[in-house]
Each structure stands twice: as C-alpha cells, then as structure tokens.
C-alpha cells in the first residue's frame, strides 16, 4: 500500500477525533498539556456532520447555538460524525479561534489573541513576527497534544473500545 | 494570508534533503535568483517569485530583511491575469468577422484559422488586463526544518510548491494528519495499532 493510499484510508481518524473534541468541550471542558498547562477547549459556531466513512449520506451543518446542536446530536445518533467544526481554545488565559476539517486536520481561519499592528519600522516588524510564530506555535502545540491525547486512548487495545462506548453513551443521552 | 495579520490558514510543511554548508549565503543567492518579476509591461500570463515578506513591491531585500535567525521569511507573490471567458468570447468574435470580411463570398475561415484568431484576441486582452496581485506568506523554521505557508487553496500550494523546490533544491513533505500522528506516536507500541486502525463505525448503543 502506497502511502496515498494509507492517508485516504485514515481520513475516519479525522472524523473520529474532530467528534471527540465535541465530546471533550461538553464533558472535560479541556485538556493538560504538558508545558501549555490546562487548556479549555469549547465549540464554536460552526459543525458539519457527515457520513461515517464508507457511509453514504448527507451533510448537516449547524450553527453552534442551543437548537441547532440538538439537531447536530440527533445527526450523530443516526450515525454520523464531526466533518468540520469551529473550535475555541484557552491557552494561558488568551482565547484562540480556528476551523478544522476531518480530511486535512490544516488549521485554518485560525484568529488569534490581539496583537501588536505590523509597524513601518524593521524592528516592529521583527517583534511581530516574533509575536505571532509564538501563538501560532501555541496553537499548532495544542493541536498536536490534543491529537497525541485522542490517539493514545482510541489506539489502546482496552481504553479504545471504552471510548467508543463512552462516546455512543454521550451521543445517545440527548443533551446540548 | 494571515501569518502576520488577520486570520491565519496554514499549511505545514517539514523541508528535509541537506542544505549545503554556508546556509546563509545560499539562501541568499536563491532567494535572489529567484525574486518575483514583473509582468506589468508584457503579455505573460502569471509570474510567481519571492518578495518581502510584509511588502510585495520589495524584492532588493536590502540587508538581508528575509532572516530572522532561525527564521526565513519571505512572501510568494503571485501577478495573474484572467480574461473573462465573455470579453474573450467577444473579441475573438470580432477578430472572426474582421478576417470574415476580407474573404470572397461564399468562403468561410477553418477551425484553425479561427483557433489562431482567438489566440491573437486573447493576447490583445490580456496586454491591455492588469495583472492581479496577491501575496503569501512564508516562514521557515530553519531549526526545525518546519515550514509554514499562509495559505491552503490547492492551486496556491501548487505554485508554492514548485517554486520552492526550484529556488531551493530542498524536499518538501506536507504534514498531512496521518504522518503527524506517525511523528506523535513515533517509538511508541501504539505506532502499530495506528497502521492497523478500523474506523468506529456510527457511535450507537446496543439496546
């Protein structure tokens, strides 16, 4: 198998992970990672739901507000998982906003804390560029030990199998 | 888009392949070499280079304003001209009819002829359309060998992608989820089960 075709067969790790973090914003509310410390992890105003992989099926695309996650709920219970959602993050006290998709897993839309405007000068341009690689950094950290988070327990032989079950039980318990 | 302003989209790139020793000094002899030139004054359809990261109208980079150790910042400015599909439709009609009338009665151009008159209509359009200017940014993490460009469409990390490796000679691998994951559990019993993965299937309760 090339490795096109191990990527194109991974992409459910996508759909698996994105309606994880679902899961982790309504029940744990975040993450500790390592050097970023507690990190909140909420939803934000868009998620896209979509047939399991190899299922057949339409998109439903809400907006992350009371009524309209009751409907992405009911969309998970027949079946289908997180394509794309909006995801708020909470590091260090500064939030962070960015879009995911299942496919690529890129970061993209991704709107950070405010920052210095870029200046005229060399110097103001070096600060900002400093400024920004370091919240970027943070994000793209926090993305990866939320990932390493999901994989380590998806991929245990025991705990992997106990997610999926707890995963269901969320789904089915209707709330939002 | 967005890696110093604005909302970012990135894409991650790993650079692998040896730089030569005197890293600085190639870097500038390519970023040079291979800066954006203008189409302002021809009829080129697309021209892709390196500018300044914050200014797509310097291309000199006057002390070497890409470093910032360990950092390589540059902006891929990429000039396009399009011809609207109805202006060209237009004018090759034109043209068409022009070399229609210096015919004799009767006579009708080949499907060459007007293929060549099209081509002659599009080339009048496009000397006479602006180019468009847009402009992404680029930083490479040299320490890390990670790279990120401010941009996602894929006809963007195309023209990206070839000229990087033209002016650079240096690998470029996307870091697409699966090999990320691979890095992340790299030397880990769960690398394995990662290649051996079944999907979950649609999460719903035995009742």
Redesign the interface.
């Known amino acids: 198998m090339d490795l096109n075709e ?2 194109n067969s ?1 992409v ?3 759909q ?1 992970f994105l ?1 994880w973090l679902w899961h982790l914003s309504e029940t744990e509310g975040g993450a500790e990672l390592g050097e970023l410390n507690w990190v909140e992890v909420s939803l934000g105003e868009r998620l896209v739901l979509g047939p ?4 057949e099926g339409a998109r439903v695309t809400v907006s992350g507000h009371e009524a309209s996650l009751a409907e992405a709920r009911e969309a ?6 997180v394509e794309s959602l909006r995801l708020g993050l909470e590091i260090h006290g500064e939030e962070y906003w960015l879009s995911l998709d299942a496919a ?9 804390p405010s920052a210095a ?2 200046g005229e000068e ?1 110097e103001g ?2 600060g ?3 400024e ?2 370091a919240m ?1 950094e943070s994000t ?1 950290k926090a993305m ?1 030990g939320l ?2 988070m999901f ?2 327990t ?4 025991v705990e992997g199998p106990e997610l ?2 707890a ?3 969320w ?2 318990s209707g709330g939002a | 888009m967005g890696l110093l302003k604005g909302r970012a989209s990135i894409t991650r790139y790993t650079v692998g392949g040896e730089p030569p020793a005197g890293f600085w000094d190639f870097i500038d002899r390519r970023v040079k070499a291979n800066v954006f030139r203008d189409i302002e004054n021809n009829t080129d359809e697309i021209s892709v280079g390196w500018c300044a990261i914050n200014d797509f109208l310097d291309t000199e980079f006057a002390f070497m304003a890409y470093a910032l150790e360990p950092y390589v910042l540059l902006g891929l400015r990429v000039d396009q001209r399009k011809v609207p599909a109805a202006l060209l439709k237009k004018y090759a009609r034109l043209e068409v009819e022009k070399a229609q009338g210096y015919l004799e009665e009767g006579r009708k151009l080949g499907r060459v002829r007007r293929e060549e008159l099209r081509d002659k209509a599009r080339l009048g359009l496009l000397a006479r359309i602006p180019p468009e200017t847009k402009l992404y940014e680029v930083i490479w993490d040299t320490a890390q060998g990670e790279l990120w460009l401010g941009g996602s469409s894929r006809k963007v990390l195309e023209l990206f992608e070839e000229h990087f490796v033209k002016s650079f000679g240096l690998d470029l691998t996307p870091r697409l989820p699966f090999l990320v994951a691979r890095d992340l559990l790299a030397g880990s019993l769960d690398l394995a089960r990662l290649e051996e993965a079944r999907p979950w299937g649609p999460l719903s309760v035995e009742s």
């Not at chain 1, 690529?104 to 950070?112: F, I, R, T, Y």
């Open positions: 191990i990527l991974k459910f790790l996508g698996e309606t399991a992989m190899g299922a998970l219970r027949q079946g289908k998982l690529e897993l890129a970061v993209k839309s991704l709107k950070l405007r870029m060399p341009l070096e900002l560029v400093l920004r690689v970027i793209l990866e990932l390493k994989l380590t998806r991929l245990d032989a999926c079950d995963l269901a039980e789904a089915a």
